[in-house]
């Protein structure tokens, strides 16, 4: 049972220059401010979203507190409901859940199990083993408002959970779970001091979900011989994962515990490995691993089926490790980065020129003696819930030496140094990541709902954030840099803003060379309504994948919208697994070539394609109105790019909508 205790992030997370971090801290400054998750925050978590990231704050506390009832929940399921396999799922639960969220799943994994053999028992039932699964109605809505993506899941099984109870028969106890789960969610929801009104958008903000399979689908590109490794494993998952919630079901003593299972363990299953090929690489496939690995250990725990085929189990537990060390080791590039990644922060500390004595002996033999702690943290161990566990163990050391709230002062401090923001009069927003930054200098951050311009991938979402900067609660700075993620078209990362950022901004300073942001100052006697017009249609064209699409060098700008159709392959492969990527070819009037990943979803607001812009600088002037001749688009063409899925998701045929230019701001109102 201590086993699965200290598979519990017991350590908080400090702020640092990480993508991670930035949108983490995020949150739980936004919560802190008083921000309400589904209205004022369009993002995947909500108000226990520390018991996911971590993150040190007001809301740490009770998040590790409910983290750790998860953890023991477990432990007692597993111990009461399969008591000799519960040292060995102990065990695998150590060594490979990474963080919180892998826990989570395999938690959700086990409970249709143990529900089962819970009514099998009736009475016989242990004590402890009724308690568990009966805070498991208070858990998984705690799990639900920590991260959205387990509220369809968790609906999933309480319906089940229901209906099985209902047919069992213990109809009492279906309506009590009925009854509880739903004031559970509530509860919690006002227990975080939001109002019970709201609850309802929080847990309908379907947008953030349903458009995170294709502007965020990653892979490796593990090719080897022509044959895409990560597409193999993938369809090994779902082969595993479908073998086994059909044993597991098959296994089971009456028909209704059988439907029950298929129905419960498959949405589980679904879940758990869409979870780990979306974005696919080893911090990602060891969530569908862990549950795959868990279900093969527990397989021949039902008596009246008999022990079963031994060559299953430890098939999948077999393969399972033999996946998690190839991505991490081999594709995932996890055996360099990490001490390349600590060795840099360093040299950057210090003040050292890391590309001049990143080969020096002699910088490698200080950073050793001074950093031997963090140096020997950041060397990759076999299995990633290893890394994990040590890592917690030398985190727990530094802070018994300092609190954690010194040491986030003190990462505050390092960070302002390193930002090098200047002072702010007045609320700003930073585009498009680093939230880090402004708090580092304790400015008043007014941040728009998708706080994170990576996550603006759909009409919906990115006219949220366009309404913003046009409203009346329009930030009075912006710190704006270009530093798209997944080599993304830079403009698709709320450059449906920039139209009108163009029209109620102007640049504080000319953009220095060395500048990390454009900063930018919203005009004096600008109206406090929404003043941003928007851009003219003047006609649309028909276009076909894989063939260009001709703009004209002699325009000082092209704003575009493009409006592509799903194929029915597509929307199914969408559903459980996702499609072929796109890539944008881009050629400018200079004759150079760029090539860039296109989300579709994203390019359905208008836009500005021409000129390109590529760098921060670009966009300065872009929106200063000088001229980009070079860089104007003169053709493009949108294709299918090598990517893991084979699927291709979309129609050959789609529609360019050609806009008007981009206003500037007007000249009778200036920058203060």
């Known amino acids: 049972m201590l086993l699965v205790?200290?598979?519990?992030?017991?350590?908080?997370n400090l702020a640092n220059t990480s993508l991670d971090s930035s949108w983490g801290q995020g949150i739980e400054a936004a919560l802190r401010m008083g921000l309400v998750p589904g209205r004022d925050l369009l993002f995947t978590y909500g108000p226990f979203a520390a018991m996911t990231t971590g993150v040190w704050g007001q809301g740490y506390g009770l998040g590790l507190t409910l983290s750790l009832a998860v953890a023991l929940s477990l432990a007692v399921m597993l111990r009461e409901t399969f008591p000799q396999r519960f040292l060995p799922a102990s065990v695998l639960i150590f060594v490979a859940s990474l963080n919180n969220e892998t826990l989570f799943y395999a938690y959700l994994a086990v409970i249709p199990l143990a529900l089962v053999r819970r009514v099998r028992d009736g009475e016989r039932a242990s004590r402890p083993a009724r308690l568990a699964l009966g805070s498991a109605l208070l858990l998984v809505p705690a799990m639900a408002l920590s991260k959205?993506?387990?509220?369809?899941?968790?609906?999933?099984?309480?319906?089940?959970?229901?209906?099985?109870?209902?047919?069992a028969p213990a109809r009492r106890q279906a309506l009590g779970a009925a009854m509880a789960a739903p004031i559970a969610v509530a509860g919690w929801w006002m227990l975080c001091g939001q109002e019970l009104a709201d609850l309802p958008r929080f847990l309908t903000n379907?947008?953030?979900?349903?458009?995170?399979?294709?502007?965020?689908?990653?892979?490796?590109?593990?090719?080897?011989?022509?044959?895409?490794?990560?597409?193999?494993?993938?369809?090994?998952?779902?082969?595993?994962?479908?073998?086994?919630?059909?044993?597991?079901?098959a296994q089971a003593?009456?028909?209704r515990d059988r439907l029950f299972l298929l129905a419960a363990l498959g949405a589980v299953g679904l879940v758990a490995v869409k979870a780990g090929v979306v974005r696919h690489d080893a911090g990602h496939t060891i969530v569908s691993w862990l549950v795959l690995m868990l279900w093969a250990l527990l397989s021949p725990q039902w008596p009246e089926a008999g022990a079963g085929p031994r060559w299953l189990g430890r098939g999948v537990i077999g393969l399972g490790v033999a996946a998690v060390l190839i991505s991490v080791i081999v594709f995932d590039g996890?055996?360099?980065?990490?001490?390349?990644?600590?060795?840099?922060?360093?040299?950057?500390?210090?003040?050292?020129?890391?590309?001049?004595?990143?080969r020096s002996l002699a910088f490698w033999s200080t950073f050793l003696a001074r950093e031997a702690g963090p140096f020997l943290t950041s060397l990759p161990l076999p299995l990633p819930g290893l890394e994990a566990r040590w890592h917690n163990l030398v985190d727990l050391a530094r802070f018994a030496r300092h609190s954690?709230?010194?040491?986030?002062?003190?990462?505050?401090?390092?960070?302002?140094?390193?930002?090098?923001?200047?002072?702010?009069?007045?609320?700003?927003?930073?585009?498009?990541?680093?939230?880090?930054?402004?708090?580092?200098?304790?400015?008043?951050?007014a941040p728009?709902?998708?706080?994170?311009?990576?996550?603006?991938?759909?009409?919906?979402?990115?006219?949220?954030?366009?309404?913003?900067?046009?409203?009346?609660?329009?930030?009075?700075?912006?710190?704006?840099?270009?530093?798209?993620?997944?080599?993304?078209?830079?403009?698709?990362?709320?450059?449906?803003?920039?139209?009108?950022?163009?029209?109620?901004?102007?640049?504080?300073?000319?953009?220095?060379?060395a500048s990390r942001w454009l900063h930018l100052r919203r005009l004096e006697g600008d109206p406090p309504g929404p003043t941003c017009a928007e851009p003219p249609l003047v006609r649309s064209i028909a276009a076909r994948l894989a063939q260009p699409v001709t703009l004209s060098c002699d325009q000082s700008a092209q704003i575009v919208g493009m409006d592509f159709m799903p194929t029915g392959a597509g929307r199914l492969a969408s559903l459980a697994y996702k499609t072929r990527r796109l890539e944008i070819d881009v050629e400018t009037c200079d004759g150079m070539a760029h090539s860039f990943r296109f989300v579709p979803a994203m390019a359905v607001v208008p836009f500005p394609l021409s000129p390109l812009v590529t760098d921060t600088a670009a966009l300065s002037d872009l929106l200063a109105g000088r001229d980009l001749s070079s860089r104007r688009v003169r053709s493009f063409v949108i294709r299918?790019?090598?990517?893991?899925?084979?699927?291709r998701g979309w129609a050959q045929d789609y529609t360019v909508r050609l806009y008007g230019p981009m206003s500037a701001a007007p000249s009778g109102r200036t920058a203060p």
């Not at 193999?232 to 595993?240: I, N, P, R, S, T």
Request: aromatic residues 10%; charged residues 15%; proline residues 6%.
């Open 5 to 12: 205790l200290l598979s519990v992030d017991v350590t908080p």
């Open 148 to 167: 959205l993506s387990f509220a369809p899941v968790g609906c999933v099984l309480l319906v089940a959970s229901c209906a099985y109870l209902f047919v």
């Open 206 to 249: 379907l947008e953030i979900i349903k458009g995170y399979t294709a502007a965020m689908e990653w892979d490796l590109n593990a090719v080897v011989a022509g044959v895409d490794l990560q597409f193999v494993e993938a369809c090994a998952l779902y082969g595993c994962a479908g073998v086994l919630v059909y044993r597991l079901a």
């Open 253 to 255: 003593p009456r028909t």
């Open 334 to 358: 996890a055996g360099l980065r990490g001490p390349l990644y600590t060795a840099k922060t360093y040299a950057q500390r210090e003040g050292i020129d890391w590309s001049s004595q990143k």
């Open 404 to 445: 954690p709230s010194d040491q986030q002062r003190l990462a505050y401090a390092a960070l302002g140094r390193q930002c090098g923001l200047p002072g702010i009069t007045g609320s700003a927003d930073i585009y498009p990541i680093d939230i880090n930054c402004l708090l580092a200098v304790g400015a008043s951050w």
């Open 448 to 513: 728009r709902p998708v706080f994170q311009s990576y996550s603006a991938y759909t009409p919906a979402l990115i006219q949220a954030n366009l309404a913003h900067v046009a409203g009346s609660s329009a930030p009075d700075n912006l710190f704006i840099a270009i530093k798209p993620i997944d080599r993304h078209l830079p403009a698709l990362e709320d450059g449906a803003s920039w139209t009108c950022i163009a029209q109620r901004y102007r640049s504080v300073d000319d953009l220095a060379p």
């Open 640 to 647: 299918y790019s090598d990517s893991e899925s084979p699927v």
